[in-house]
């Protein structure tokens, strides 16, 4: 991509002030008392994990990893592929091979999270186009033709009775999409709903299916789904179809979540084929969708919209940019270099206008539209980033979901899944804390902090992300509020990846574990070149200081309800010998989780909770001089 002279500039600059910088420590002032908020564990997300077969025994690999690293949420309805879904047929169209209609079974998917990922939401989508497949029985002969190999015709209009064009994107004649199509209606789109969850239909839990897309990239249906859309909806048009969907939705199922528009990527953010104008007044598109969705929801007295959901797939491949792409969504002052369709976002072109910041636009125009008591979500779906360096993506990955948490994002489900992520959402999920605390960083460019806290505001986990490329970066963290328990605290790295996958569990994965000396208001680290690091902190109690816990330890457990892991946390003031035991509810002990000696400071252990039915159990911590217990809930 070619960039004006002066962002080659601006970009050189960058580099320059960040090796110039690495110098001097990084100051960081994180601030219990201040910015708490919940973090969704639905960012904690992946595209398509289920196989849509039924699993009678045993697991796959796929849902193994995923359950191994924390994954809280599955989209799966399978982006593009979504839109033409007959769930009364199980098949779908593939906008991408043909048209051709293929068999898929979104209720053996379905049961495969129920049995095999308890307590995992999962979320698929309804049809707004108001086409479904038929039959497979007019497909493109894809096999007689090159043996079912991707050539750059995979995307003609072939399904029908179409005749390939050997050299050009269009088919030379297109096939008739009404021998694999058939009409679908909004009541159709919904009756899914009765089918998963009525007692005379499967039966499922609705509880873990709340979440529903509302289709799929709309603004690009006459480029993806051209075999029934020659030319685009107008922006009006696909509203009342989304409309129709919404409130039938709504009224046989409450308590859904709707997520919507969907839009492809930057461009589609702002601009409708054909434009989005009210009365005559110029709307981006996301604003419009906004504004529509509130005249309608007061209209209607029906809420339409739960989740504003957007994808993002950023051209940029150079490690400096990519490991900036967090700053689009929230970062007012970014001035991102792959600004295109924000430019256009008056109506009349202005290449001036290069900061994003698109979330934190949504959320001023759902406070303008819909109040400042909105209710509304934010989500992003599908994103993915050109770079195929491990460290790069991991740091990308770990900055975007930290924004999230600082933010309050919802949902996040990267569509690619590349080496590094694994490592990150493993890191991320499993060490984390339930609330989010501000942290506020001198160079925010180069070092960002994410802390999070449990509930009793007795442990923190405080994530440190260094995005320079090459230097050694010295930060130190300042604690107010929080009083740590002095001493040494463990510490998890991912740096120095790889070009091959290196997660394989949570007990064999690149995590790198050392420790850190703390005092109760201070630590001083240095974090390596392009790399994710999680220090776990336990609390020194408020009202004493570190003389009085001598004779004592403290211990807490995390996440508590625990799925299928638990994380021990407990901090010893000198080095003693710790027996910790997991008891049934009625006091019968099932097993002891470790005997031995551990040093001072703070410790985390994981305890895999799999084999445990749901219910109440208790662990004990035993030193030579007190003993702890502490209950455990499994989901």
């Not at 309800?561 to 710790?578: G, H, R, V, W």
Request: charged residues 20%.
């Amino acid at each position: 991509m070619n960039f004006p002279k002066f962002t080659l500039i601006l970009g050189f600059w960058a580099i320059t002030a960040t090796i110039a910088f690495s110098q001097i420590p990084v100051q960081i002032d994180i601030d219990v008392s201040k910015g708490k908020k919940p973090v969704s564990p639905y960012i904690y997300g992946k595209n398509n994990v289920l196989p849509s077969t039924f699993l009678n025994s045993g697991t796959t690999a796929g849902i193994t990893k995923a359950k191994e690293a924390g994954v809280r949420f599955v989209r799966q309805g399978g982006g593009n592929n979504s839109t033409k879904y007959n769930w009364r047929l199980k098949l779908s169209s593939h906008p991408d091979w043909y048209n051709n209609v293929y068999a898929n079974d979104w209720d053996g998917a379905a049961r495969n999270l129920i049995d095999k990922m308890p307590g995992v939401q999962g979320m698929w989508s309804f049809q707004l186009l108001g086409k479904a497949a038929a039959n497979a029985k007019n497909n493109f002969g894809d096999w007689a033709y090159n043996q079912s190999k991707w050539w750059e015709g995979v995307n003609q209009n072939l399904a029908g009775g179409g005749t390939p064009n050997p050299t050009g994107s269009k088919a030379k004649v297109e096939g008739n999409p009404d021998l694999y199509l058939m009409e679908w209606t909004a009541d159709s789109t919904v009756g899914i709903l009765d089918k998963w969850f009525e007692d005379k239909g499967l039966g499922y839990n609705k509880d873990q299916f709340r979440y529903w897309s509302m289709d799929n990239e709309p603004e690009i249906w006459s480029g993806t789904h051209d075999d029934v859309m020659k030319t685009q909806c107008t922006a009006e048009e696909f509203m009342q179809l989304y409309f129709k969907v919404a409130k039938a939705a709504r009224a046989k199922y409450p308590d859904i979540k709707l997520l919507g528009p969907v839009p492809a990527n930057e461009w589609q953010w702002y601009n409708w084929s054909g434009g989005s104008k009210i009365n005559g007044v110029h709307y981006p598109w996301l604003e419009f969708f906004i504004k529509r969705i509130a005249e309608e929801e007061k209209a209607s007295g029906i809420k339409l919209l739960d989740v504003l959901d957007i994808h993002f797939y950023p051209g940029e491949s150079d490690a400096t940019n990519c490991v900036q792409l967090h700053r689009v969504y929230f970062d007012r002052n970014y001035v991102y270099p792959g600004a295109n369709g924000v430019k256009n976002i008056t109506g009349v072109w202005n290449a001036s206008l290069t900061k994003e910041y698109i979330l934190g636009r949504c959320s001023d125009w759902l406070t303008k539209y819909k109040g400042a008591n909105h209710g509304v979500g934010l989500a992003v779906t599908e994103t993915d980033i050109a770079s195929s360096n491990a460290n790069v993506l991991a740091v990308w990955y770990a900055s975007t979901m930290g924004e999230f948490m600082k933010n309050g994002v919802e949902v996040f489900t990267p569509w690619s899944w590349k080496e590094g992520m694994w490592e990150t959402l493993h890191l991320f999920s499993r060490y984390n804390q339930e609330n989010y605390v501000q942290a506020i960083s001198q160079n925010e460019t180069l070092v960002s902090a994410y802390p999070t806290i449990n509930e009793a505001a007795d442990s923190m986990t405080v994530v440190l992300v260094n995005r320079s490329l090459t230097e050694t970066i010295q930060v130190n963290l300042n604690f107010s509020e929080f009083r740590v328990n002095p001493g040494k605290s463990p510490m998890h790295s991912i740096s120095n990846l790889g070009a091959a996958e290196t997660f394989i569990s949570r007990s064999n994965n690149a995590l790198k574990k050392t420790q850190v000396e703390a005092s109760a208001s201070n630590i001083s680290v240095e974090l390596a070149p392009l790399s994710v690091n999680s220090i776990s902190l336990v609390a020194l109690a408020m009202g004493s200081d570190y003389e009085m816990q001598k004779n004592s330890f403290k211990a807490s457990v995390y996440p508590n309800p625990a799925t299928d892991q638990a994380n021990l946390n407990f901090s010893l003031p000198e080095k003693e010998k710790i027996s910790i035991e997991l008891y049934q509810a009625n006091g019968v002990l099932l097993n002891t989780i470790s005997n031995k000696i551990f040093d001072a400071g703070n410790h985390q252990l994981d305890l895999n909770t799999v084999g445990l039915a749901s219910g109440i159990y208790w662990i004990r911590f035993t030193s030579e001089t007190d003993t702890k217990t502490v209950k455990l809930i499994k989901n």
